[in-house]
Nanobody
Framework: VQLQASGGGLVEPGDSLRLSCVVS????????MGWFRQRPGKEREFVAS????????DYADAVKGRFTISRDYIKDTMALQMNNLKPEDTALYYC?????????????????WGQGTQVTVSS
């Protein structure tokens, strides 16, 4: 499975940004896709996840109500819509995938990773 993230950039607090991830090499529909982020000096942390076929999702408390994860399993893409961005959302954002159907939040549970895309929120 290969993933390629894009869509990062420099925005101001309160702005919106949409990250995209192109997925290839899937061999079945039993995958969970996720978004993680790594802020400077911090460990990689869970942001959101979604079941590839069923579409049910989970979010970190810090982004609930502001971020929305989605997927298009026909086009093999997923996205993270980020609204009302805050300076503390500044991080390198990664898309990831794991085999199975459990919405894990631990990065170690995800076997496949894309390269990161930088999101900077600053006035």
């Amino acid at each position: 499975v290969q993933l390629q993230a894009s869509g990062g950039g420099l925005v101001e607090p309160g702005d919106s940004l949409r990250l995209s991830c192109v997925v290839s090499g899937l061999t079945s529909s039993t995958y969970v896709m996720g978004w993680f982020r790594q802020r400077p000096g911090k460990e990689r942390e869970f942001v959101a996840s979604i079941k590839w076929r069923l579409g049910s999702s989970d979010y970190a408390d810090a982004v609930k109500g502001r971020f929305t994860i989605s997927r298009d399993y026909i086009k093999d893409t997923m996205a993270l819509q980020m609204n009302n961005l805050k300076p503390e959302d500044t991080a390198l954002y990664y898309c990831a995938a794991r085999d199975g159907t459990v919405l894990h939040t631990a990065a170690a549970r995800y076997a496949y990773w894309g390269q990161g895309t930088q999101v900077t929120v600053s006035s």
